[in-house]
């Protein structure tokens, strides 16, 4: 089974900056089958990015995904107030599928 | 509107038995797969079953499997979990989710969720 660590636990930063989200997994995700997921405090997950760098529909430029094998970033290249909220990463490639790492909260400094 | 709508959630002691439900609307319901995911209180998601457009393939995690069953009536746009022998553990907010087809195991479209809670 993979596992997705995420890091950091927590990313205090202030608007206008860039934000550096980390996914690794213990395996290679297969065909970058990875996704994000943004949630914020008493909302359901929203659906940023799949096949690790391509947006879903109606997400900002400001936020791109990049990565392959272990390895994957989430970059918000500048944080509006509305992006302060927990990031999970999810990886779809293999069995069993579904399996989402614990998440990073992007906080204001 | 494209939404999903959870309910059936609530407080049921240990070994009792919930059904949630999640009504669909906005999209063509039967084109796509469904899922539930959970998230136990101040923790993470949590993927538990998934179900193909035609209820032809099933799938579940392995911290359910044999207690609960999902299934899905494509004419009332709808998609269930039945739950037994419930858990302390199983307390979580219930998330029904729509994948980005059938099986791409991704979710593009989440409801609200409904929360349960196993405690006698």
């Known amino acids: 089974e993979i596992v997705l660590t995420q890091s950091p636990g927590t990313l205090s930063l202030s608007p206008g900056e860039r934000a550096t989200l980390s996914c690794r997994a213990s395996?290679?995700?297969?065909?970058?089958?990875l996704a994000w997921y943004q949630q914020k405090p008493g909302q359901a997950p929203r659906l940023l990015i799949y096949?690790?760098?391509s947006r879903a529909t109606g997400i900002p430029d400001r936020f791109s995904g990049s990565g392959s094998g272990t390895d994957f970033t989430l970059t918000i290249s500048r944080l509006e107030p509305e992006d302060f909220a927990v990031y999970y990463c999810?990886?779809?490639?293999?069995?069993?599928?579904?399996?989402f790492g614990q998440g990073t909260k992007v906080e204001i400094k | 509107e494209v939404q999903l709508v959870e309910s059936g959630g609530g407080l049921v002691q240990p070994g009792r038995s919930l059904r949630l439900s999640c009504a669909a609307s906005?999209?063509?319901?039967?084109?796509?797969?469904m899922h539930w995911v959970r998230q136990a209180p101040g923790k993470g998601l949590e993927w538990v079953s998934g179900?193909?457009?035609?209820?032809?393939?099933?799938g579940y995690a392995d911290s359910v499997k044999g207690r609960f069953t999902i299934s899905r009536d494509n004419a009332k746009n709808s998609l269930y979990l039945q739950m037994n022998s419930l858990r302390a553990e199983d307390t979580a907010l219930y998330y029904c989710?729509?994948?980005?087809?059938?099986?791409?195991?991704?979710?593009?479209?989440w409801g609200r969720g409904t929360l349960v809670t196993v405690s006698s």
């Open positions: 395996q290679s995700v297969s065909s970058s089958y």
């Open positions: 989710a729509k994948d980005n087809g059938d099986f791409y195991w991704y979710f593009d479209l």
């Open positions: 179900i193909s457009w035609n209820s032809g393939s099933i």
């Open positions: 096949g690790a760098s």
């Open positions: 906005g999209f063509t319901f039967d084109d796509y797969a």
């Open positions: 999810q990886q779809y490639g293999s069995s069993p599928p579904g399996t």
